[in-house]
């Protein structure tokens, strides 16, 4: 092993994803070219103990990793004595974290894509609904499942985040000595590993989503805020505010401590003038009317979350709003239910059930495209769920049981409208969508079971089936228990 042990030294610059602060196995660490002299402490402390230990972990890279739990290599691995060389050095340890990682990531979103299909790898099914859909948030039509994408990204930014935040780390006070104090200065052209983070922070803002439109300064004490520069008053920096003003400064580093502690045109290169100068000084004052510095000290503030803080999830969550699709109708999704329940429900809303008609478009061979209920119309899924003989029969057997008019409806439309119209309280509301979806996924059970089994199952049995279901379900999902003999004679009359 060379003496040279690397900081972060030896990473594969093949890998174009980087952790954030706090993750154990997630991704693998960026390559900072760094390393320690023979007599640096970090160096002794290695061969010292012998191992990698979690405090130097934290203090080299950042990342909090929990040595216990950890399943990566073994941590508490003895140190070498030949030469007084250590045996796991810290780049051994980085090394076997990023070859762990990509065989890790190379097949775990296949796996989790051929799992949402209900399929194996080694099986190709057909994709009714598109992964970009199941990605998406819930309240943009999708399933709320979140990209990897964008996790990543929310973790790259963090490493952002926590250097202009200055926490004091040995990786930022390096980074800091590498390309300077600010960020904005720091090249995004050279082949380094940190400049790539740069780099995606830039491409993120091609995609639609400026992550430093979401940050400024909230003012402390003022000693920490470029006046000028940074963005702390409003949602723009003053230089873009008043640019007149700013071309006759002559600190454009100027503090916004120095500034509010005297006449603002004390720096100014020449006296204000009258026009567009005299009235972006009066705009000026305007806005600087109602600050008042404190003796606490100033601190960077994300307005994705509610008291400022960077919040992985939050970023996460917007990256996706803004590179997956969005529908205007959110997604329903009931907590009273199973999940196989609401993604059945989800699909079924979206028409992306395989039925005969669905399979006879994507170009599959079917002997006939009759309902198999039924026989005499086409099957769809507007057909399988309302039109049929069978769901009109189950449907109004619903009505019946909750003291409902009865409808005929032809699609979740023309549903969704009746339900948003009837008189009834939120919780027996939600008892009453419940019901309604179990009863659609037991039809959308017993049409498979009619194809697919050999003894075809029994049409009696459908509507014992919902009620049972439904209430095994409800009453162990609800916050308040309800009893059987409830359930079964006045289920509109339940409170919650």
């Known amino acids: 092993m060379e003496d040279r042990i690397g900081v972060v030294s030896r990473a594969e610059n093949r890998i174009n994803i980087s952790p954030g602060p706090d993750v154990n196995t997630f991704e693998s660490s960026r390559n900072f070219g760094l390393s320690w002299s023979r ?71 296949p796996i989790r894509v051929s799992f949402f299909n209900g399929a194996n790898q080694d099986e190709t099914k057909i994709t009714w609904v598109s992964w970009d859909k199941v990605l998406a948030s819930k309240e943009h039509g999708g399933l ?87 963005c702390w008053i409003g949602n723009k920096p003053l230089h873009l505010v008043c640019p007149r003003l700013f071309m006759l400064e002559l600190d454009k580093d100027i503090s916004v401590a120095d500034k509010m502690n005297g006449p603002r045109s004390f720096t100014f290169r020449r006296p204000i003038r009258g026009g567009i100068e005299s009235q972006q000084m009066d705009s000026l004052n305007d806005l600087l009317q109602t600050i008042v510095l404190s003796d606490s000290n100033d601190r960077w503030v994300c307005d994705l979350a509610g008291d400022g803080s960077f919040c992985v999830k939050d970023i996460r969550n917007r990256i996706d709003d803004v590179i997956l699709p969005s529908t205007p109708i959110p997604t329903r999704w009931l907590k009273i239910i199973p999940i196989k329940v609401n993604i059945f429900m989800w699909r079924a809303r979206l028409g992306c059930l395989p039925t005969r008609d669905n399979l006879v478009r994507r170009g599959v061979l079917v002997d006939s495209t009759a309902c198999p209920s039924c026989s005499v119309n086409e099957e769809s899924v507007n057909h399988t769920l309302f039109c049929c003989d069978l769901a009109r029969t189950v449907l109004q057997r619903i ?19 009746w339900f948003l119209s009837i008189r009834m309280s939120s919780t027996n509301k939600l008892l009453l969508e419940g019901v309604f979806s179990v009863a659609w996924w037991i039809l959308w059970r017993f049409r498979n079971h009619l194809i697919f089994e050999d003894i075809p199952p029994k049409r009696s049995e459908i509507f014992d089936d919902i009620v049972l279901l439904s209430f095994n379900w409800c009453s162990n999902r609800c916050c308040k228990t309800f009893s059987w003999t409830e359930w079964l004679k006045n289920p509109h009359c339940i409170s919650l």
């Open 39 to 109: 007599n640096s402490v970090m160096r002794e402390y290695f061969i010292s103990h012998g191992r990698f230990s979690k405090e130097m972990s934290f203090i080299c890279s950042g990342l909090r990793i929990n040595i216990s739990k950890s399943q990566l290599l073994e941590w508490e691995s003895p140190r070498g004595e030949s030469n007084g060389r250590l045996l796991y050095s810290g780049v051994h340890i980085y090394e076997i974290i990023i070859r762990y990682c990509v065989d890790y990531w190379s097949t775990v979103f």
């Open 144 to 230: 709320g499942v979140s990209s990897y994408f964008a996790l990543n990204r929310a973790l790259l930014l963090k490493w952002m985040w926590r250097f202009i935040s200055d926490d004091g780390s040995l990786w930022c006070q390096i980074i800091r000595a590498l390309y300077g104090p600010r960020i904005e200065s720091h090249s995004t052209n050279l082949p380094s590993n940190w400049c790539s983070i740069l780099r995606e922070v830039h491409n993120l803002k091609s995609h639609g989503f400026d992550f430093w439109s979401h940050c400024r300064k909230r003012i402390g004490n003022g000693t920490n805020t470029r006046f000028w520069l940074d």
């Open 399 to 417: 009505c019946r049981w909750w003291n409902l008019a009865l409808l005929d409806w032809i699609s979740f439309q023309e549903w969704h409208e």
